[in-house]
């Protein structure tokens, strides 16, 4: 049979180089960025919604991080129908003590402790794995129809007055009405948006692993204020325990090269032999610690979430959980804007998320900038002063209460989600 002459038309080569729709672009697909998309398609199933992740498909399998989950973000992934996978995974904060104490001390006095529930049955937070949260929001994301577009990175974007056309790099064309940058605190997508960043390191690296131990934790998380850094110990299920270890960058860098016996050496001494004889699991990280806020969370037919708007210390454990609060907001400005009928991507509609997250970023970046230079350091007057104020939190009931109920992400003026009700 002899193979037709006939060329494609000039109107089909144009169709098939056209850019692919989407009414929302969501460029990172780590927690934030894929709770973000859970979020608004939940709220808005009408909405299209493309998810794009550089990192190779499948790679969220292996993260070996754990997170804590403050009780609101649990009622967010409850609501969203997430947390019934998560939940047996999930290990409760039960309690918590604090100390403050030099690593050569033969006794650390606790200095505070908070009970762990806000509410009878609900723990402040849980601990939860990251593969096993990033299981759930895939598996909840393939159920909803979002599309994930994997192992290729958005290589840039240009802005018009009624869409976004993105460029991938392998070439593909998006075109949205609305582009989200969830991808880290070195956000390309921030670069590329123009947006300026206040940013300083703390010259300190925190160094991330878990651990097996001999004894039950209890549900117990422990936090000792030392020298160098914060080094909290945060239960897992079964024997196991998640570490979060602030050290100075140069020494963290040292001992993350060390093999295990040298590591776990230097381990013991901080952690202790309350919980027995303990074991490194897997790989040991370290990641650099600074203060990063973006100077603006929104430009024209984009908005910043996560990492990419704010990189804070873990000192307080609230990273993740100011995340959430970022996926909450904008998921909920997005579908009440949908549901008027009026324009999700236009500066009116994102300029009220920003304006409702501004405050609450800064103040949390403000906080933990105080913390970590209160704490971390060995100065014998600000050692005394700060555990006097401990020891002051520790017999105010009124205070504890407080602090316990921020930890839980409960603030005033929270978005539906993280109040458990539907967006």
Known sequence: MAKSSRKSSPAAAEAASAPVKTDVLI???????????????????????????????????KDPRASAIAAAATRMLEQLGCWQA???????????VITDSRVSDPVRPVFLTFAGEVNPGEPFAHMVE?????????????????????????????????????????????????????DGVRSRMRDQAGIKTVHWS???????????????????????????GPFAILPLKG???????????????????QDDFVFEAELE???????????????????????????????????????????????????????????ATLAQVIVDTERLGLDIGSFAALEKYQTWRRFDTVQMGVSTDVL??????????????RDIGLGLVDRLPVMKNYFIKQAAGFGKENPRLLQGEAI
């Open 86 to 96: 998560i939940k047996p995974d999930a290990q409760p904060i039960n309690d918590m």
């Open 202 to 228: 703390y010259g300190q690296s925190g160094i991330v692993c878990n651990v097996s131990h001999e004894r039950p934790h209890e549900g117990r998380a422990i936090e000792h204020f030392l020298p160098a």
């Open 27 to 61: 460029a990172g697909a780590g927690y934030v960025g894929m709770t973000t998309a859970v979020a608004i398609k939940t709220g808005a199933p009408q909405l299209d919604v493309t998810i794009i992740d550089a990192a190779p498909a499948g790679q969220w399998k």
């Open 239 to 257: 024997n196991r325990s998640s570490l979060v270890w602030a050290e100075r960058t140069e020494d963290a860098n040292r001992l993350v090269a």
């Open 269 to 327: 001494q901080r952690f202790g032999h309350h919980l027995g004889e303990i074991r490194v699991e897997g790989n040991k990280r370290a990641f650099p610690l600074g203060l990063t806020l973006a100077r603006e969370f929104v430009k024209p037919r984009f908005a910043l979430v996560g990492d990419a708007a704010h990189g804070i210390h873990p000192i307080a454990g609230q990273g993740l959980n100011l995340g959430f609060r970022d996926a």
């Open 372 to 385: 970590t230079r209160l704490f971390s350091n060995d100065n014998l007057a600000l050692r005394t002063v």
């Open 130 to 182: 990251n593969k096993v949260l990033n299981a759930s929001l895939h598996t909840k994301a393939a159920e909803l129809g979002i599309n994930v577009i994997e192992g290729c990175g958005v290589e840039g974007f240009t802005t018009a007055s009624n869409a976004v056309t993105v460029t991938l790099a392998d070439g593909r064309t998006l075109e949205t009405r609305l582009l989200v940058g969830a």
